[in-house]
C-alpha cells in the first residue's frame, strides 16, 4: 500500500506551526517545524490539523459572537451560521482567509503558512543563541515532513551551512527513496514505532507496517543514531505484549538506538478536534497513572532495553486527587 496523497514538489513548504523553545523533540533547546500533511490516520492524533495537507480555517466556538460576517465574506458559501454557532463545509472551504480577516473576536483561525528556504532559514537563524547554549537545533515534525521531502532537500542544505544540528520526527512511513535523501542532510531520527503486530498497526494508523520497518532499516543503516517513541494509547498501543515486541525489535535490529521514549497518552487535544467541527474518539478517556508508565518502562527494560525513558501528563496520584493535580513526568 502506497500512500496515494499528491507528492509536494515545489520549493515551498507548508507548516501549520512553528515551536520555539522546545525541549521534548531532540536534545537541547530546539525549534520544532510542524510540517502539513500525514498519510497516517491514527485515532489518537494529537495533531489533527496536521494531517490534511493544504490550509485549514479553525472555528473557536468560545470566543465567537455568531455575527454572521464571516458568512456574508465568504464568496463561495462555505459558512453557515445555525443554532450550534459557525458551521464550515469543508469540502467548498478552500481557506482563502477572507473570512479569518473579517471575524472581529478573532474566533476563526486559518492554520497553514507557506514558506521557501530562505524565508524558513530565518525564521530558525532567530533561535541560534538557544541552540548553541543548550547543544538544540532544529526539529522536522508534523504532520509527516517526508510528504515535503522536495522541499527538505533544498531546505536542509542551507542549516548544514549554518551548522544547525537537524533532526527528523518521522512515522517511518514514505517511499525509501524520499528518506534516503533526506537522511544524509540529518543528524538524528526521531522514528515512531506504535505496534509490533502488523494487523493491528494497519488496522489502527491505516498503513502496513512492512514499509515503517524497511525505513527504520534504512536508518540504521545510514548510521544515524535514533530515538524510537512509542505513544502509550490506552486500549490500542498499551499493551504488554506490544511493548515487549517492539522492545525486541530494538534490541536485535536497531544498533544505532540511543533512546526509547514511551509517551504518555493525552487527551489536550479534544479542542483542536471541535475547532475543525469533528469529534475525538478519546475525548473521554482519563489520562494513564504514573504507575502505569513505570511498569510499562519496566517490561521494557527486562527485554534489555536499558535507555527507555517515560514523559507527558499523567494522572493524579489518589492522594492528590482531591485537589486534580496533574504530574508531569
Partial sequence: MEDDRPEMTTPS???????????????GIRTTLFFKGCP????????PEGI???PQVLWQRAICMACGDCAATCERGAIRIGEDG????????????RCVDACPTGALERVGKEYDADALIVE?????????TSGGGVTLSGGEPLMQHAFLTAFLPRCQDEDLHVALDTSGFARGDWLEAVLPLVDLVLFDLKLIRPEDHERLTGVPLDKVLGNLDRVVAAGLPVWVRTPVIPGCTDDEENLRGIAEHLRTRVGTLERYDLLAFSNLCTSKYEMLGRSFDLAAEPLLAPA????????????????VRWS????A??????????TLA
Avoid at 497516517?40 to 495533531?47: A, M, P, V
Avoid at 530558525?124 to 548553541?132: G, N, Q
Fill in 52 to 54: 490534511d495537507a493544504e
Fill in 13 to 27: 513548504c507548508t507548516l501549520f506551526n512553528i515551536q520555539r523553545f522546545s525541549t521534548e523533540d531532540g536534545p
Fill in 292 to 307: 502505569t508508565m513505570e511498569r510499562l518502562a519496566g517490561v521494557v527494560r527486562d527485554e534489555g532495553i536499558e535507555m
Fill in 86 to 97: 459557525v458551521r464550515i463545509d469543508r469540502a467548498v472551504c478552500r481557506a482563502c482567509g
Fill in 312 to 315: 507527558g501528563p499523567t494522572r
Fill in 40 to 47: 497516517l490516520t491514527c485515532t489518537w492524533c494529537h495533531n
Fill in 124 to 132: 530558525v537563524l532567530k533561535d541560534r543563541t538557544f541552540y548553541e
Fill in 317 to 326: 496520584s489518589a492522594k492528590d486527587e482531591e485537589v486534580g493535580d496533574i
